[in-house]
């Protein structure tokens, strides 16, 4: 009988360890069987396979939230160059122009005719010697980091020079080669902004040399004397446009110096060189 009874127990253990009815369950297993299969931080402090603390996936998701915004960041400083505000030019009359950058700075370039001259100056650039391109004193005030550029800074040992200010780089260019400009005492200006708009400031001149190289220069500004009188003529200043090939011309020192206006919107108009523009004093143009 006792045979029988160990036969029939050996048969019971043999069933429950099939049916698997004979395993206690767990649970007591550690939150760390989740988290490893799924991969997300539940709770507590975790660690991963080297034993380091493993950050939260909500830390993680900040992480690349930031991530992303630094590129973002960075892709509009790269565009910056092209994006960023304007300077604004104001057309005084004759020579004179005004210029206000986006970063707060005034130019004044060649002072003698017209409005505007209110505003502080941060520079002043002067062409050449004659009285009506050297009216500093219409200039009310100046600020305390004011510099002065004339012809005389410009050209050194025969070579001329250029300036960068920050705001804006300054390039002395070849002026004159009539008989009342000698190239030797007399400069225009290319002004680099710092949205990469270039303009070009003739001075007092007739043909010069450089012109033809600088078409190579894809400026997008150039102001042209044309008054025929004590400069070239409006006929000689088209083919100085279209030797320079500026996406935009525009007519300036278009009279003679004793005219009150400075302006002439026949000789104006009949600078013939695709996109011209037309300024007449008190006139702003935006430099984009």
């Excluded at 409005?115 to 941060?122: E, R, T």
């Excluded at 012109?211 to 409006?234: I, K, P, Q, W």
């Excluded at 110096?257 to 104006?268: E, P």
């Amino acid at each position: 009988m006792k045979r029988m009874y160990r036969v029939i127990y050996v048969v019971l253990l043999l069933v429950l360890s099939i049916t698997g009815c004979g395993k206690s369950e767990d649970t007591n297993l550690p939150d760390t069987t989740e988290m490893t299969t799924s991969g997300e931080a539940v709770t507590g402090r975790q660690e991963d396979s080297t034993g380091e603390p493993r950050t939260e996936s909500k830390e993680t998701e900040q992480t690349g939230t930031e991530a992303l915004t630094g590129q973002i960041t960075e892709a509009e400083t790269e565009e910056g160059g092209t994006t960023m505000e304007a300077a604004t030019l104001l057309y005084q009359g004759h020579a004179s122009v005004r210029i206000s950058t986006p970063e707060g700075k005034t130019i004044y370039v060649d002072p003698f005719m017209g409005k505007g001259y209110d505003v502080p100056a941060d520079l002043i650039l002067m062409t050449h010697a004659h009285y009506d391109h050297t009216k500093t004193d219409l200039i009310g005030t100046k600020s305390a980091e004011c510099q002065t550029i004339s012809w005389k800074e410009s050209i050194v040992d025969g070579q001329h020079q250029n300036f960068d200010l920050g705001y804006v780089k300054v390039e002395a260019v070849e002026a004159g080669y009539n008989r009342n400009h000698n190239e030797k005492e007399c400069v225009g200006y290319i002004l680099t902004f710092s949205n990469g708009t270039t303009l070009y400031l003739s001075g007092d001149t007739s043909t010069t040399p450089q012109m033809s190289t600088l078409s190579g220069r894809n400026l997008d500004y150039a102001f042209f004397c044309c008054d025929g009188v004590y400069n070239m003529d409006v006929a000689e200043a088209t083919e100085c446009a279209r030797l320079v090939g500026a996406k935009h011309s525009i007519p300036y020192h278009m009279v003679p110096s004793d005219n009150a206006n400075g302006f002439d919107r026949s000789v104006a108009e009949s600078l013939d060189v695709p996109g011209r523009i037309v300024l007449q004093p008190g006139d702003e143009l935006v430099l984009e």
